[in-house]
């Protein structure tokens, strides 16, 4: 088997976030759930668009950002994902290659536009995320370039992508490749309300194709609908392993029997918990491809969920690598 090319490749929804600061009183007042995501149409999108205060637009998506976090620590990432042909489309692609990710998915001249997350953050740092999801929830199959999976240590899958059958079958073809190629497969959760939705098809690929699972507690009680330390061994069971996040108390890494507890890394001041589980899955993504330890896994994904946190937006605005106690690197093979 070849040396890999990239240490992590994303899949997932190619998404441009527009983010604006708000108060409980707005979210109440535009009848949003406070602190979840949930899906919306082009018309939904623009009357929402309209109600918001100043905001930055700034290229996301779930995957995307893992991947932009990879890169940001110095490691080597690719993304696939769908975007139109549109002006949302370009800012997507140019903000993706400008921070050195592979990005060599065409922009669709068909189809939905390129989709669209607005995200309300309140002063407890809470994020209400409404997300057109457009082109990004178009992807399938033809999109799943073999190349730059066979080329990546690691090809991570977005669970909140898994909404259609088109997307599905793209999963599947993605997990198929890097695996012939003798690569590992990874997925995020992503959302309690993707669980509820996927639970069944979740559980199918964790048992069938999956090497890395990643969640937060919730996600994960709601996979197996039990206690969390029940879920832990089940998941523990099923999965080669899985890594847990809960919030302050840090995160909980399981492979088989052996069990390790990661504490959360000392912040200034909560600001958006927008991307902490993203960021925390590339720093714990990338010190896997480079085969680091569990423990020094846990340490680089949790510095980069703390940096997230104290920050508007879900990409870093420092570069990973230059943070105190990152434990280094070694070179790929």
């Known amino acids: 088997m070849t040396s890999p090319r990239f240490d992590v490749l994303g899949i997932g929804n190619a998404i441009v976030d527009i983010l604006a600061h708000a108060d409980d009183a707005l979210i109440q007042r535009l009848k949003l759930d406070k602190g979840h995501m949930r899906l919306i149409d082009a018309a939904e999108v623009t009357r929402l668009y309209e109600a918001m205060g100043p905001a930055v637009e700034i290229s996301g998506g779930s995957a995307a950002n893992t991947i932009a976090g990879v890169a940001s620590f110095g490691g080597k990432g690719a993304f696939i994902g769908r975007v139109a042909d549109d002006d949302f489309g370009k800012v997507f692609r140019h903000d993706i290659r400008s921070i050195g990710v592979s990005f060599s998915s065409e922009p669709a001249r068909t189809g939905s536009p390129t989709a669209r997350s607005l995200i309300l953050v309140t002063p407890d740092g809470q994020r209400t995320m409404s997300t057109f999801l457009g082109a990004a929830a178009e992807l399938g199959p033809a999109e799943i370039i073999a190349e730059p999976i066979e080329a990546a240590a690691i090809t991570y899958l977005e669970g909140y992508l898994f909404d259609r059958p088109e997307a599905k079958a793209a999963f599947h073809r993605a997990a198929g490749i890097a695996r012939k190629a003798g690569r590992r497969v990874a997925l995020t959760l992503s959302d ?37 330390e029940d879920a832990c061994r089940r998941i523990a069971a099923e999965a080669p392993l899985a890594a847990v996040t809960r919030s302050e108390e840090g995160s909980l890494i399981l492979k088989g029997s052996e069990r390790v507890e990661v504490p959360a890394e000392p912040i200034g001041k909560l600001v958006d918990t927008t991307g902490a589980g993203d960021l925390y899955a590339a720093g714990f993504l990338l010190g896997q491809a480079r085969e680091l330890g569990l423990r020094q896994c846990g340490q680089l994904a949790s510095i980069a969920a703390a940096e997230a946190i104290q920050h508007l937006g879900a990409r870093p605005e420092v570069a990973l690598s230059s943070l105190t106690g990152v434990p280094a690197l070694p070179e790929p093979r």
Not at 205 to 224: C, F, P, S, W
């Open 192 to 228: 309690g309300f993707c669980v509820e939705r996927h639970r069944a098809d979740f559980l199918e690929l964790i048992r069938g194709k999956i090497d890395i699972v990643l969640a937060n507690t919730q996600e994960l009680e709601a996979l197996y609908q039990t206690s969390f």
